[in-house]
């Protein structure tokens, strides 16, 4: 059995990149196909990436000492390393690439985001070459939709397109069917992170002014405050306006309480303007609850949303009132939008195919990636 050697970040803590790489290590797909060994680059705190520190980097030297003993003591066949997005990540990364090389005869680079880029066009010009040079000796660099293929500068040989994936029975059939609607409300949610750039702002001011305008809808948020004092600004006008009851902020959700809100929602609305934006799993899961997904056209997010929502120009409060309302006025659209979601989530967004597609993409079979991205999967 072949030897691949998994480095990147595992829960805890929890976020999109550590759950999609503890998906590889614990994929029985994976380990009936390699011996899998993990080497864990997750930071307890990941409030300041980026920054320098001395534990940061006392946390890199054990890395690369790690790598070192995986790589030279136990060759492996296989080196998979889910990327860096910071500069001090990514200048850690090319050491460890550089030592899979020497000894391994197959490097998969996987990015779980859409800042690579950036960071490559914001280094020195020594700095710029020594990427080039190095990511040369990249097998094939993955990314999660087509727009995003850039972040790696055209410097690998190869570059696959892997899309996130949710537990294809997160919300079963049987789920959909017996969720029955009680009220006579159109539920909207936000499930994301409320930063300003992630356009909840404009959601709150669209949706209070749908209800002022008679309207029957709601709006849940549920996410993590990032800045306190501008959220306090923007509730205040929630409450100022007599609207608690029907825009509310649940905080932070998961597990069961985060399916019973997609199961209890009609339609999901994400504005952002985020400069970075990838691909939100958060999308996906309102996809697997069969909601229509109203989003802007950033990163990858044009690869969730053909016939199952609408893309809006940018996160704005007039764009998001008035695709709202068309929505919410056109019963039948609304209706097809959310079994369109439902359909393309099975057919393109499931973990199970994201896992199929990594294998693919490691045993390097082109024959077999064209066949699963036409949605014809063999076992």
């Known amino acids: ?32 196909n390699y011996h899998i060994s993990l080497i864990n680059t997750n930071k307890l705190n990941v409030t300041n990436a980026g920054k320098f520190s001395i534990g940061k980097v006392l946390k890199d030297i054990k890395i690369l000492q790690q790598v070192f003993a995986n790589v030279f003591m136990r060759k492996k066949d296989i080196c998979y390393i889910s990327i860096s997005q910071t500069r001090l990540g990514l200048l850690r990364d090319l050491v460890i690439i550089l030592l899979c090389s020497l000894r391994s005869k197959k490097i998969i680079a996987h990015l779980h985001g859409n800042n690579l880029g950036n960071v490559i066009d914001k280094m020195s010009r020594c700095e710029r070459t020594l990427v080039k040079n190095i990511f040369k000796k990249i097998d094939s660099g993955i990314v999660l939709g087509n727009g995003l293929k850039n972040n790696f500068k055209g410097f690998t ?40 750039s992630k356009g909840y702002q404009y959601l709150i001011e669209a949706v209070a002014s749908l209800i002022e305008e008679g309207e029957n ?16 600004m923007i509730w205040n006008t929630v ?51 069969g909601l229509p997904i109203i989003a802007t056209k950033r990163g990858s997010i044009p690869d969730l949303i053909t016939n199952n929502g609408i893309l809006i120009e940018t996160g704005s409060t007039h764009l998001v009132k008035e695709t709202l309302s068309s929505l919410i006025n056109n019963p039948k659209e609304l209706e097809n939008m959310g079994k369109n979601s439902r359909e393309n989530f099975l057919n393109n967004f499931t973990l199970e195919k994201n896992i199929k597609k990594i294998q693919v993409v490691i045993s390097d079979s082109e024959g077999e990636i064209r066949r699963i991205e036409k949605g014809i999967n063999s076992n």
């Open 1 to 32: 059995m072949k030897k691949m050697l998994v480095i990147g970040p595992v829960p805890p803590p929890i976020h999109g990149e550590s759950l999609a790489v503890h998906s590889v290590v614990k994929s029985d797909l994976l380990n009936r």
């Open 157 to 196: 040989k190869s570059i696959k397109v892997v899309a996130n994936g949710v537990d294809g029975n997160y919300i079963t059939d049987e789920e959909l069917n017996s969720k029955e609607k009680y009220t006579e409300f159109i539920d909207i949610v936000y499930l994301s992170n409320l930063l300003e």
């Open 217 to 232: 809808v709601r709006l849940t948020l549920a996410g993590a405050i990032f800045n306190q004092e501008k959220f306090d």
């Open 239 to 289: 409450k100022d306006r007599g609207l608690e009851e029907r825009i509310k902020h649940l905080g932070v959700v998961d597990g069961i309480e985060k399916k019973q809100l997609l199961l209890s929602s009609d339609i999901m609305v994400l504005p952002t303007n985020y400069p970075i934006e990838g691909q939100p799993v958060s999308i996906i899961e309102g996809m697997a609850a």
